[in-house]
């Protein structure tokens, strides 16, 4: 039995059939950490859908009625680069859903997993890159409707720029983000994070851990925020077909692991969503997700969660 929650529901495939992003990964992370007894059933909890108030927090209402009549324009799903369906609208909800439940969880217990969503491409008037909806940003704006949170910080570790999160949060001072990713790819146009780190092509796990501990340091100790939503992504590995860095499975499980305990020995929770992963094997990108939990359950161990109380 896991110290914590994940949150998952067998609809959170994306319906893409034979495209690049996996999206069967998500039945398959769920279905191995079941297998491998990493999880027990006892373990999952399937969210409900986000509610069109959330996703108005963040999105426009022309966007978001868009998405849901399936009248977006051919430039629109071209950006999107993903093919419209209605159960792509579902999936994209439902990991919305996921998200919020998730950070939820992460505020009670210590750590709350998301097993999908991620979606840091989207901005709050288009999708672009795989990402329709923002669901990391509607949930921290779903828990600062709650008064819930104060502070958040997005650590974003995709091997692709977040851009929708730097746009979303661009002047909001209540939430920090931090992006390290490979300076030469997808998207063209960076919007600035709080703090981002443009790695070079190919570079290592020595490099990449050099770059990132000494942010997510001084940010947690600086600004102090009450929870950190982390963006785990697979995609800065060796072999990734839409990536450029040399990061091993080993080297990504150590990121995840040490980001983690900065946070928790802190006492700050930690929700975590999956982001992309196209390694040419999908088992490769199934196995560095299911490292991520098994590195929260590490860190979770070590560090017990006390709940603050906030009156
Ligand atoms: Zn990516």
């Given at each position: ?39 027990s059933t006892a373990d999952f909890v399937q969210p409900p859908p ?19 009549t399936g009248t977006l324009s051919h430039s629109e799903v071209m ?63 779903r828990l600062e409707a709650e008064k819930a949170i104060e502070k ?160």
């Amino acid at each position: 039995m896991l110290p914590f929650k994940i949150v998952y529901h067998e609809k959170y495939d994306l319906n893409l059939g034979e495209h690049v992003f996996p999206s069967q990964k998500f039945r398959l992370i769920a279905e191995a950490l079941l297998k491998e007894k990493i999880a027990s059933t006892a373990d999952f909890v399937q969210p409900p859908p986000a509610n069109d108030e959330d996703i108005l927090r963040v999105h426009t209402a022309d966007w978001t009625r868009k998405l849901k009549t399936g009248t977006l324009s051919h430039s629109e799903v071209m950006l999107l680069e993903v093919p419209y369906s209605r159960e792509l609208v579902d999936a994209v909800w439902l990991a919305t859903g996921g998200s919020i439940l998730a950070a939820q969880n992460a505020l009670r217990d210590g750590f709350g997993i998301n097993l999908g969503g991620g979606f840091h491409h989207a901005y709050a008037d288009h999708g672009e890159g795989f990402c329709a909806i923002h669901d990391v940003a509607v949930a921290i704006r779903r828990l600062e409707a709650e008064k819930a949170i104060e502070k958040a910080i997005v650590v974003d570790t995709d091997v692709h720029h977040g851009n929708g999160t730097a746009a979303i949060f661009q002047n909001d001072g209540r939430v920090f983000t931090i992006s390290i990713h490979q300076e030469n790819n997808y998207p063209a146009y960076k919007p600035p994070s709080t703090v981002d780190l443009h790695m070079m092509d190919r570079a290592d796990d020595h490099e990449y851990m050099a770059a990132l501990m000494p942010a997510v340091e001084s940010a947690l100790e600086e600004f102090q925020p009450d929870i950190l939503f982390y963006i785990g992504g697979a995609d800065p590995f060796c072999e990734d077909q839409l990536g450029g860095l040399s990061l091993t499975k080993h080297g990504l499980m150590e990121r995840d692991r040490r980001v983690f305990e900065e946070a928790r020995r802190r006492g700050i929770p930690v929700v975590t969503a999956l982001a992309g992963g196209y390694a040419r094997d999908v088992q490769d990108t199934v196995r560095i997700h299911i490292n991520t939990v098994i590195a929260a359950r590490e860190v979770a161990l070590q560090h017990p969660h006390v709940p603050l109380s906030r009156d």
